[in-house]
Structure formats: structure tokens, C-alpha cells
């Protein structure tokens, strides 16, 4: 391989690796600013990890809607069986009617960046592993 072709291929892979940096550096402000925004907005009616008007979020990505059994789901909602991802977690906060007829949210956020933030902060909150009892 000719030594320009070398050269080529090595600031290549540093573009990459500082692309990716970037990448890294953007989510982290859209995370903290999707914090913002859910102490905000959402706050009010729900909670990381407890139920208040609406269901506790922790663990939201990836679970079945209207699936926490210690929560008071709507029917529409728990009879979805729409599983929450990413992109249907920002169609929830564009227009949960429009997304699950008949559900009891009644708030969105105008705002698409907004959503983008809430739903990136929201994919951080994973679930907490089962802590086993104490032994006796």
C-alpha cells in the first residue's frame, strides 16, 4: 500500500474516532437537557421511580405499555400491546391520541427537540436489579 493511501486510510480513522467523540458528547447535553425538560414538563404527574398520576419511568424503554401491575393503567393503554421504544416514545409525546385512542394522558411537547431530549434521558433510566433478601 503506497504511503498516500496509508495517510488517507489514517486520517479516515481519526475522523471517525473524533465523529464518534462528538457523537458521544452530544448525546451526553441531550440527556441532561432531556433532564430539564422532564423535570419540567413531566415531573409534575410522574416520577423516576414511583407512580404518582402516571406510571413510574425507570425501565420504560423496552417495556410493554401499561405493563407495570402496581400502576392503574387506562384500558386503551393496557390493552395496546405497543411496546415502547424510542420511536414510539416520541410519537407518545407528539400525540398520545393519536398513537393509543382512548388513553389518559392529556399533555405533548410541542417541541420535536424536546422530545428528542425527553426520549434520550428516558433511555437512560434502566431498570434496577432484583436485590436479594438478606440472608436469615
Known amino acids: 500500500m503506497a504511503s498516500g493511501e496509508m495517510r488517507g486510510l489514517w486520517t479516515a480513522a481519526l475522523a471517525a474516532s473524533l465523529l464518534g467523540v462528538a457523537c458521544s458528547h452530544a448525546s451526553a447535553q ?12 413531566c ?4 416520577s423516576v421511580d414511583a407512580h404518582r398520576e402516571g406510571p413510574a419511568h425507570r425501565g420504560v424503554v423496552g417495556r410493554r405499555a401499561g405493563a407495570l401491575k402496581d400502576f392503574d393503567y387506562s384500558p386503551a393503554l393496557r390493552d395496546s400491546k405497543l ?26 411537547l410541542d417541541d420535536a427537540q424536546e422530545r428528542e431530549d425527553v426520549v434520550a434521558y ?12 438478606p440472608a436469615p
Open 122 to 133: 428516558l433511555a437512560t433510566l434502566r431498570r434496577l436489579a432484583a436485590v436479594p433478601p
Open 83 to 108: 411496546l415502547w421504544t424510542r420511536a414510539t416514545l416520541r410519537a407518545w409525546l407528539t400525540d398520545p391520541e393519536a398513537l393509543i385512542p382512548g388513553q389518559a394522558m392529556d399533555y405533548h
Open 30 to 41: 441531550s440527556v441532561e437537557r432531556g433532564r430539564a425538560v422532564y423535570q419540567e414538563h
Open 43 to 46: 415531573a409534575g404527574c410522574h
